[in-house]
Structure formats: C-alpha cells, structure tokens
C-alpha cells in the first residue's frame, strides 16, 4: 500500500523542561532554528526550553513558542538529512491550536521568527482576556460530540459563556467558558452519560467566547504579517478541510481563538483524501495517541527526538 503521510504539530500541553536540547546538540539545522526563536523574541526562550524552570516554561506566552521551535527544529533537520521538501514528504499539514503556526511555518508559509512573534503575542493575549481564576475547562471523557454540546448548553443555562473548544477523539470532548458555568456543566455531565469529567489545570479558558479580545488581537497581527500560499495544504482547526488561500488563512486563524478545534473531523478528513500516515513532529506524543483513537487503520508516528528523526529517515 501506498504510504500517504501528514505531518500533524501538538498543542499546549506537550511541553516539557529539556525539550529541544537533544536536537541543538546533534543537528546545527535545529540550533538554527531555536537561535532565530531567540532573535525574534529578543530572549533566550532556548535556555528555558532546555533548563526551566518549569513553571517559566508552562505560562502561556513561553509554552507556545517554545512547542513551535521544536516542532520547526525537527522540520528542518528532516529536510537537510532527507534533502527533500517538506512537499515530498507530507500531502498535508495540521496543527492543533498553536500548533496551527507551527503547521504554516513547516510549509513555508510563515517565517519562524513571524510565527514565534504571533505565539508570543497570542498566548499573551489568550491569558489578558480572562482574570485568572474566572476561566476554566474540563475534559468530557465517553460522550460524542452531540452530547457534550448538550452538557455545554446546561452549563449556559445559570448564565455564563461555556462552549465546546475541542473535539479531539471519540469520547474526548474538552468544554471552556467561565468557570461556574463550566463546573455546572460538569456537575451536569454524568446525568448526561459522562464516564468521567475532569477540571483542568489551565491558566485560562481556550477556544471559547471569551477569547474575543485575543481574537481581536491576533486579527490586528495577522493583518500586518506576510502570509504566503504553503507548500503543503492546511488542514485547519475551524474547518476540517483544506486551506491554502493566504487571505482565508488569516481568517481562520482568528476564527481559531474562539473557535472549536475540530481535531477529530480534521484527522478523519484526512483519511478520507488518502493519507495512511499521522507523523506528529514535535515535542511529545499527544497527537499520536488521539490518531490511533480516531481512525484505527491510521499508523501513528512521533518524531521528536534524534533517534526518532533517525528512524522515519529510514522510511523515506
């Protein structure tokens, strides 16, 4: 069978003090990459990334670039040992939330210091939106995506924004708002056939209403930022489909902060157009596992770490 590959970058959440030391200290591509991240922030995010302390590293406006460098280190080192473009290795690129930038700056469509200057500014205006302590989300583990829309509206009904943000795998459903509308829908959740609901430990409410203001943010950004057509299409997160008009990239972007993250339509999608191959490019395994959930016949793939970019070289 005909090995059709896309390459899928992770979200918040994959990070981790060390990540990224083991690329800078075998491949000058992957020190390249993390010394123009540090350029375009004006600090040494590297020094975090790959000494902490860890509590730097979880905020929000660090954790997002940080993810992004890594994943784009793991990119170009793939290119100069493989030399082939990104085009000849993946059909399809997809990010999962900040994964999105990392998606358009592996096809060519960001430049990196643009795309960690966007994270930057992004993860600082997603945690200015809401007062800590008023956002919140929960996890919704064994309900469709039907009925977690369900357990969101109950939580609504005491007033208060809660709304989907994430559709990530069958039983996976992750909901965002204020934080007594949430912990209403979460009381109201195995009522609703929930085998379990969760309270995360986030520093703000993703991917809901509340985001508004970060939205409006990313759009001034995005509106001065050269975007070009990728090298490989986009599945983006508010459409489950392909994107590769730079103007309706930029659209969707916003779109994305308040928006759900289809995940779970984006990975079926993409097997739907053929692709037999899930490869998360990054740091951690998270996407990996979700693939195997969401499409059993899709072979699930992680290549983070040198031995790890040494191996998929190998099935090239």
Sequence with gaps: MTTVRAFTFPGQGSQIVGMGKALADAYGEARAVFEQVDEALGESLSRLMFEGPEEELL?????QPALMAVSLAVVRVLEAESGKAISDMASYVAGHSLGEYSALAAARSLDIADAAKLLRLRGEAMQSAVPVGEGAMAALLGVSLDVAREIAEAGRAGGGVCDVAND????????????????????????????????????????????????????????????????????????????????????????????????????LWMASQGVTDIVEIGAGKVLTGMAKRIDRSLKGNAVGTPEEIAAFLETL
């Design 59 to 63: 905020l929000t406006r660090n954790a």
């Design 168 to 267: 990530n795998a069958d039983g996976q459903v992750v909901i965002s708002g204020a934080r007594e509308a949430v912990e209403r829908a979460v009381a109201a959740a195995a009522e609703k056939g929930a085998r379990k609901s969760v309270m995360l430990p986030v520093s703000a409410p993703f991917h809901c209403g509340l985001m508004a203001p970060a939205a409006d943010a990313m759009a001034e950004a995005l509106a001065i930022t050269d975007l070009r057509q990728p090298l490989v299409p986009l599945v983006a997160n508010v459409l489950a489909d392909k994107l590769e008009d730079p103007s309706e990239i930029r659209i969707r972007l916003v779109e994305q902060v308040t928006g759900m993250v289809r995940w779970r339509e984006s990975v």
